[in-house]
């Protein structure tokens, strides 16, 4: 059971270009939502989050925009960089509560060609 | 700096072995996790634990068990490898807000 779901698997964008994950989930429960970084031989990373109070978040070139209705959130990266061509997870967590815990997505592969 | 320490990153063990994963932190930080991370299936967890000898079951906890005897060490163990146990493994610290992992266990089970 796949509680939050990630598309695409993978992508190739152009020097300069937008990039675009997007994300579902179920359970209505959750109320915040991260992404994470991954680059290749190391840890996932903390990128950026929201949390379900407000409809999009900006730092620098990456922005979650996030539709509560919809149950979805998707992370865009402007005029990416091949520095950005790294793994990226989308995750879900309920903040309170013991342990609480993210579940995160499948993942996609960004490649940013020259 | 958040320090998450994973005693190997390259692991290659026999079918039937007991395989001992270790993972260390430096935060003091009450809650830790064991992830697999495998192409396609992104990241799911095995086990947690928020607190000395208190576990709980991830999402995929079959073939596998943990150990916390203090605070700071975190361990997976393989009862018994088998090979669709092949994978990344990822050791994590922190909250429901923010996760720090270590660099993962590259585990091949032959």
């Known amino acids: 059971q796949q509680q939050v779901k990630q598309s695409p698997q993978s992508l190739i964008v152009q020097k300069g270009g937008i990039s675009i994950i997007n994300c579902a989930y179920e359970?209505?429960?959750?109320?915040?939502f991260p992404w994470y970084q991954q680059f290749p031989g190391k840890g996932p990373a903390l990128l950026i989050a929201?949390?379900?109070?407000?409809s999009e978040k900006k730092e620098g070139r990456f922005t979650i925009s996030f539709n509560k209705s919809a149950k979805q959130f998707s992370l865009h990266i402007m005029d990416s960089q091949p520095g950005d061509s790294a793994t990226y997870f989308c995750?879900?967590?309920?903040?309170?509560?013991?342990?609480?815990?993210?579940?995160f997505g499948t993942g996609t592969r960004l490649q940013v060609t020259l | 700096d958040v320090k998450v320490t994973q005693s190997s990153r390259y692991l290659v063990k026999r079918t039937g072995e007991k395989v001992f994963l270790e993972c260390v932190q430096d935060?003091?930080?009450?809650?830790m996790f064991w992830y697999r991370q495998d192409p396609g299936l992104g990241l799911r967890l095995i086990y947690f634990?928020?607190?000395?000898?208190?576990?709980e079951k991830g999402d995929i906890p079959e073939g596998y068990s943990v150990s916390r005897e203090k605070k700071e060490r975190f361990s997976l163990i393989l009862e018994s490898a088998s090979t669709n146990q092949t994978s990344m493994y990822l050791c994590?610290?922190?909250?429901?807000?923010?996760?720090?992992f270590g660099q993962g266990t590259r585990l091949t089970v032959v």
């Open positions: 634990s928020y607190d000395v000898k208190m576990k």
């Open positions: 994590a610290l922190g909250s429901a807000t923010e996760a720090f």
């Open positions: 995750a879900a967590s309920k903040r309170t509560g013991t342990a609480s815990k993210l579940t």
């Open positions: 929201i949390r379900p109070d407000v």
């Open positions: 935060m003091d930080h009450e809650n």
């Open positions: 359970n209505t429960a959750f109320d915040y």
